[in-house]
């Protein structure tokens, strides 16, 4: 078996001193797709954080490709795309994408061809701040994508899009899985989106408490509907170990 590009033990944090990470183990595979679903609060941005390395930690280990996250090295091997927009508001779209291009050593056609997969090419030369905001996210995955990392970081990346664009945005994440070997671990609230990935991770309460394919998830809850189903899975009373 290949080494994981994501493993994960034993990993606890702690924000504003409350627990939020409650001992996750956990592997990903390289080149797949993989979804962190669960209530709001439940500890989704702070697990991604953890593995680009940007998230203080109690105790654990976090090792991404290979070496510790967030180690040097990672930089180029790592992106990630945040909740807020990241993009400067005072430069366009093409600027800021080029930019990037060049801090990953990128050309201004890379910078070009992924600008038009987010659909942004007829607002290239628009000033970010003046875009919607679900244009200003495309933006942002623009740059997260136009490193063309090993490892991609998505924190809600498709928030504010269209269904058709929202659509084209994951048949492009599985390409670039499939094509390149780039490894995706993506947060989203959206079931249709949650069920293309090749993996689901459910998280309550700084646990995952379901981890498997969305079939599998379908047939174990004994249904069709995912939304159905991760409610069952949350609303099932939490396990009390015996003592
Ligand atoms: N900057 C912070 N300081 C202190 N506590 C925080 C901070 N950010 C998040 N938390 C807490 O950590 C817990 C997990 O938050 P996190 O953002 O990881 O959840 P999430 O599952 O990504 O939520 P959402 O779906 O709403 O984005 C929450 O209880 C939240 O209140």
Known sequence: ????????????????????????????????????????????????????????????????????????????????????????????????VRHFAALYRRSKRDAAIVIERVGLSPKSRQLVRKLSGGQQTRANLACALVAAPRMLVLDEPTVGQDPLLRRELWTHFHNIARAEGTTIVVSSHVMDEAARCDRILLMRTGKIIADDTPEMIRKETQTDDLDEAFLRLIEAPVAVPQV
Request: with cysteine; aromatic share 4%.
């Open 1 to 96: 078996m290949s080494e994981s590009a994501v493993r994960i033990r034993d990993l606890v944090v702690y924000r504003g001193g409350a627990l939020v990470l409650d001992g996750i183990d956990l592997d990903v595979a390289p080149g797949t797709v993989t979804g962190l679903v669960g209530p709001s609060g439940s500890g989704k941005t702070t697990l991604l954080r953890c593995v680009v390395g940007v998230q203080k930690i109690k105790s654990g280990r976090v090792t991404v490709l290979g070496r510790p996250a967030g180690t040097a090295a990672l930089r180029h091997e790592v992106s990630y795309l945040t909740q807020s927009p990241t993009v400067y508001g005072d430069l366009t779209v093409e600027e800021n």
